[in-house]
Structures are given as C-alpha cells and as structure tokens.
C-alpha cells in the first residue's frame, strides 16, 4: 500500500469512528435529558420541606443534577470535536469575522479587567472559511486567552498578510503562560490542565484548522504571555488592469 493509499484509508477509517462515536454521543444525550428532568421535578418535589431527610436529599439532588451538566457538556465539546472536519467553504472576510468574535467578549473582558485590543490590516485578500466553525475556533482561543489572565490583563487580536497565498491571525495575551511540557499536548483530544477541563476545546481548534487547510502554531512562556498564530490559505487576487 502506497503512502497516498494508506493515508486515505486511514481517514476513512477515522471518519468512521467519528460517525460511530458521535451516533453514541447523541444517543446518550437522550436518556440524559430524561434524567435531568426527572431530578429537576424531583426537586421542585421536596422543595420546601425542612426536615432532615429533605435536606439530605435535596444536596443529593444537586451533586446529581451538577454532574448531569457536566456531562452534558462534555457530550457537547465531543460532539463538536467529532465534526470539526466536516465543513462548508465559502469565500469571506477574516476581519469582519475578527471583529464579530470579539464583540462577544468585550462587556465580560471588562468586568475582568482584561483589555481586547484589535489590530486588522486593511485589504486582505479573501480566505475560504466556514463561517460557523471558524467562528468556534476563534471564540474558544478568545476563552483560552481570557482563563489564563485570571487577574487582568490585554489580549491583542492580529490580522496581517503574511504572504501572497496566506493570512496570518495572532491571539497575544499577557497571561500565565504554559510550559514546554504543555505546549507538546496542548491540541491533543483530553489534555487539559484546568480542573474539570474536558481537553477537548483546542483539539477541535486545531481540528478545525486543519480542515481549512491552515495550521496553528503557540508561543509562550511561563508567566510571559501566550501567542497563537492561525495561518490560512487565501484566494489569488485578480491581477490589476
């Protein structure tokens, strides 16, 4: 088998998994929501009743209905990973994506003391992006920024041309910074290092790069800051009459 051969069957049999793995998922999330329904009817059940037993119950009923979420999200974030390389392309704007992505952040940036800051070059050429999921990608580097600048900081959002055939985006944040260590498996599926973290946030990221044809690159230091680096493929420009 020729190594063109072998890579094609291997993606085959990935797509496969995939498709298996996120049919269970969203056979789990059925039952799932059946159960949290009955416990949030079960609470409203108990709720006024101040007895000893009520009360036992009722801080059962919570870690119960707190781990349900959990693994809601979880299915969720796995859900997301699993199609992240299923993807509509069409040609658009990276600026104005930049700019819609951001927007959702500022007012809670704010309340955390973190500053956005936006430097967009003008006249980029056109990438070929799906919008939704590009937009995923964005939100969750945005999130990532934001957790690793607990007591404030900037995060500066940066397009420019890095050439003729690509587009380059830098996240820059002055946040805790990771390790060598961390960043060797910080897009591999389940690595985290939050507490509670599903490890699935910047795999489907970098997952979501690679079906655009881009790729993602990290810098970073301990207690220095960290920067992502986005590279896109962009659309040949028609030449000057």
């Known amino acids: 088998m020729s190594a063109s051969e072998n890579e094609k069957y291997l993606q085959k049999q990935y797509t496969e998994i995939a498709r298996l793995a996120g049919g269970l998922a969203h056979e789990i999330k059925n039952p799932l929501s059946t ?94 992006l799906d919008r939704n999921s590009f937009h995923r990608a964005l939100t969750n580097l945005i999130i990532n920024a934001m957790q690793a600048m607990p007591d404030g900081g900037q995060l500066v959002i940066r397009s420019r041309n890095a050439g003729g055939s690509e587009v380059a985006v830098d996240l820059i944040d002055t946040g805790t910074g990771m390790d060598e260590e961390t960043r060797l498996h910080l897009f591999d599926a389940f690595f985290s290092t939050k507490k509670g973290g599903s490890g699935l946030g910047l795999a489907t990221v970098g997952k979501i790069i690679q079906a655009h044809k881009g790729t993602i690159t990290v810098q970073s230091e301990l207690n220095r800051g960290t920067q992502f680096t986005v590279m896109l493929p962009s659309l040949p420009r028609l030449a000057e009459k």
């Open 35 to 128: 159960i949290m329904l009955n416990i949030e009817l079960l609470a409203e059940d108990i709720e006024g009743i101040d007895t000893p037993q009520a009360r036992r119950a009722q801080r059962k009923i919570s870690v119960v209905h707190r781990e349900c979420e959990r693994l809601e999200t979880l299915l969720n974030e796995f859900l997301s990973f699993a199609k992240a390389h299923s993807i509509e392309l069409k040609p658009c704007d990276v600026n104005r994506e930049i700019r819609d992505a951001a927007e959702l952040f500022q007012s809670k940036a704010a309340e955390k003391n973190i500053e956005i800051i936006e430097y967009l070059s003008s006249n980029l050429p056109t990438v070929m």
